[in-house]
C-alpha cells in the first residue's frame, strides 16, 4: 500500500493521516493504529509529520465564558420557541461588582512573591513550576481567560504571567506591558495584578494597566467598579470608574485624575486612537500596532499633531487617512514603510 | 424566582445546561459518529442539540472572531446559526460531519452579517492583516526537534505574509481537520484541486523564505515537487 512509501512530508500532505492526528476516532484510530503495528519502521516518519502538523494553531485564540456559553443557548432556546422574531443577546453585563468595597491594606510581606521581576525577563525557565506565561508580539493582541475566568486583553508586546491555579486566599499575576482586565468579582480572593514594584489589587471590576518598561510611568485606568493601587511603602490610591491612576517610578509617588476611557480602552476593539499626538508618536504606535517598520525619509516634513480615530482599518487606509491631513505621501513594501 | 428564571430553568432542564462539568448530560454520544448523532437531532432530540451545542460553540466561536473584531457580531451569529438548527431542524440535509456542515453555515453567516453591517467601512478590509494569523509553536516537545527555532520564526513569518485566505486554509487543514474537499466547499471554492493548490502554493511560498540547509526546507520541497 502507499504508506509504506511515505516520508513525514507525504503523510503531512495526507488529508487521512492530518485527520487521524487531529480528530481521532474509533475508526481511524483502528486503521492507523493497526497499520503502524504491522509497520514499525515508519514510526520516526509518522511522528516527524506529527510534529509538523501539531505545530500550526491560531496566533488568538478566542473562547466564550461559561455566562457567554449559557447566555446564548438560553436565547436560542428562547427564540426558537417563540419560532421566529429576533431576539437581542442579552447586553452585555460587565461581570458582577461585589456589592461593598472594604478597605484592606495589604502588607508586602504577606503576599506571595513569586514573581520576580529580575528573574521573569529572560529566563522562563526558571519559572516556578505550573506558571503560564503568555506574551504577544508587535502587531498581536490576545485574550486570555484566567483560571478562575477573569479575561485578559494583551495589547501588543505585552506578557502575562499566573499560576495555572489560583491561591485559595488570593489570585495573583504579573503583567509587562498592557493589558484589560474583567475581573471575576470574589471578595474573598482579592486580584491583584503586579507591574513592577506598583500592585494593583481589585475585588471585581474591568480596568486597564499600562506598564512598559521604556516609560516613567504605570497607569491603571478603571472602566467599572473599583481598584487600589498600592507601592511598597504603602502609599496607596483608590481609583474609580474613569479615573486614571498614575504611578511615577522615579519617586514613587501616585497621582491620578479623570479620563475620557475612549481614548485608553478603546485598542482593545481594534479601535486606534490619537489625541493631539505628535507624528513620531503616531508613528510609533503604528509600527506596534501592525508590526511594521516606519522610515522617515524627509524628517522636517513631519511636524504637526494629530487627531483621529480609527476602527478595525488596514494600515493603508490608515496612512492614507493620516497623511491626508498631515501631508505626506507613503509607500507600504511588506513590513517596511516609507514616509516622504 | 422570577417568571424567565423559572423558564429559563425548565429549558435547561430539558436539554442540559451546557457548561455543565458534572456530568449532568453525560456524553453517550461521543461513541456515535456524526451522522447517526446528526439525524438523532433532527429527530427531535434535545440532549443530541445540546451536545452539538457544547462540542461546537466555542470552536465556533473561535473561528469567527478570526473574520473580525466586532466579537458581538460573532456571537450574534453563532446564536442565529443555532436559532435557525433547532427551528429548522426537521428540514434540514444529512452530513457525515457536523464540524464540516457547521463551519460553512457559519462562515457565510457572518460574511453576510459583516456586510449587512457596514458595507462601505468592510469592503477592503475582510482580509484585513490581522484574520486567521498563524503561529507556529513550540509546543510538542519531541526528542529530535524538526523545526528549530529560527525555522520556526521564519515560517511564522513567511506565513504572516501569505494572503488571509491561505492562511485561513492552513488552519482549516492543519488545525481543525478539514479534507480538501471540504476546505473547497467552506471557502467556495469551485474546484477542489483549488484547494490542494492553495496548501501547496502556501508551503511553496513558505520553502522561499527557509533557510537552506536545514530538513524542513527540503520536506517543504519535496511536498512542492512530488504532485
Known amino acids: ?340 | 424566582m422570577s417568571q424567565s428564571d423559572k423558564k429559563l430553568d425548565s429549558a435547561f432542564a430539558k436539554y442540559g445546561r451546557p457548561s455543565s462539568k458534572d456530568g449532568e448530560t453525560k456524553d453517550y454520544l461521543i461513541y456515535k459518529d456524526d451522522a447517526t448523532v446528526w439525524n438523532e437531532f433532527k429527530s427531535g432530540s434535545d440532549r443530541a442539540f445540546t451536545h452539538i451545542y457544547k462540542n461546537y460553540a466555542n470552536i465556533l466561536y473561535n473561528y469567527g472572531c478570526q473574520f473580525t473584531h466586532h466579537h458581538d457580531l460573532v456571537k450574534d451569529s453563532l446564536q442565529e446559526l443555532f436559532s435557525e438548527l433547532l427551528v429548522n431542524r426537521k428540514k434540514l440535509g444529512s452530513t457525515n460531519s457536523i464540524k464540516y456542515y457547521l463551519f460553512k453555515s457559519i462562515r457565510r453567516k457572518i460574511l453576510r452579517n459583516k456586510q449587512k453591517e457596514d458595507s462601505a467601512k468592510l469592503r477592503d478590509s475582510f482580509y484585513y492583516d490581522s484574520h486567521f494569523e498563524v503561529e507556529v509553536s513550540a509546543e510538542m516537545k519531541a526528542i529530535k526537534d524538526i523545526l528549530q527555532e529560527e525555522q520556526r520564526r521564519n515560517l511564522q513569518k513567511a506565513i504572516a505574509k501569505l494572503p488571509a485566505k491561505q492562511r485561513e486554509a492552513i488552519l482549516l487543514y492543519f488545525y481543525e481537520g478539514f479534507s480538501y474537499e471540504q476546505i473547497a466547499e467552506i471557502l467556495s471554492m469551485s474546484v477542489v484541486k483549488s484547494a490542494r493548490a492553495i496548501i501547496y502554493r502556501a508551503i511553496d511560498n513558505l520553502g522561499k523564505y527557509l533557510n537552506n540547509d536545514n530538513s524542513l526546507s527540503i520536506l517543504l520541497l519535496m511536498l512542492i515537487y512530488s504532485q
Open chain 1, 1 to 340: 500500500m502507499k504508506y509504506k512509501q511515505y516520508a513525514a512530508s507525504d503523510f503531512v500532505k495526507d488529508e487521512y493521516f492530518v485527520q487521524w492526528i487531529i480528530n481521532p476516532n474509533p475508526e481511524r484510530n483502528f486503521f492507523w493504529k493497526e497499520w503502524l503495528k504491522q509497520n514499525p519502521e515508519k514510526f520516526e516518519e509518522v511522528q516527524n509529520a506529527k510534529q509538523i502538523i501539531s505545530s500550526f494553531k491560531y496566533k488568538n485564540q478566542y473562547t466564550l465564558s461559561d455566562q457567554e456559553l449559557n447566555d446564548i443557548f438560553h436565547n436560542v432556546i428562547s427564540t426558537s420557541s417563540k419560532k421566529r422574531g429576533s431576539v437581542k443577546l442579552i447586553p452585555k453585563k460587565l461581570l458582577k461588582i461585589a456589592a461593598a468595597i472594604s478597605l484592606i491594606i495589604l502588607s508586602a510581606v504577606a503576599l506571595f512573591n513569586y514573581f520576580d521581576p529580575v528573574v521573569l525577563d529572560n529566563q522562563s525557565a526558571h519559572l516556578a513550576p505550573n506558571i503560564i506565561e503568555k506574551s504577544t508580539l508587535t502587531g498581536q493582541k490576545k485574550t486570555i481567560k484566567l483560571p478562575d475566568g477573569s479575561l485578559v486583553s494583551l495589547n501588543y508586546t505585552s506578557k502575562i504571567l499566573y499560576p495555572q491555579e489560583f491561591d485559595k486566599e488570593v489570585r495573583k499575576v504579573y503583567l509587562s506591558g498592557e493589558a484589560f482586565f474583567e475581573v471575576v468579582s470574589n471578595p474573598d480572593q482579592p486580584f491583584i495584578i503586579q507591574t513592577g514594584s506598583l500592585q494593583t489589587k481589585v475585588l471585581g471590576t474591568s480596568f486597564n494597566v499600562q506598564s512598559w518598561n521604556d516609560q516613567s510611568e504605570i497607569r491603571v485606568t478603571v472602566v467599572s467598579g473599583k481598584v487600589q493601587i498600592s507601592e511598597p511603602k504603602g502609599e496607596y490610591s483608590i481609583l474609580t470608574p474613569s479615573e486614571m491612576g498614575i504611578f511615577h517610578k522615579s519617586d514613587n509617588s501616585i497621582s491620578r485624575k479623570k479620563v475620557d476611557l475612549n481614548r485608553h480602552i478603546s485598542w482593545k476593539n481594534g479601535i486606534i486612537h490619537f489625541v493631539n499626538e505628535p507624528l513620531d508618536h503616531v508613528f510609533k504606535k503604528l509600527e506596534k500596532w501592525y508590526g511594521v517598520k516606519i522610515k522617515v525619509l524627509n524628517q522636517d516634513k513631519i511636524t504637526g499633531r494629530f487627531s483621529g480615530e480609527f476602527d478595525n482599518e488596514s494600515l493603508e487606509t490608515v496612512l492614507k487617512g493620516i497623511g491626508f491631513t498631515s501631508g505626506f505621501e507613503f509607500k507600504i513594501n511588506d513590513d517596511e514603510v516609507t514616509i516622504n
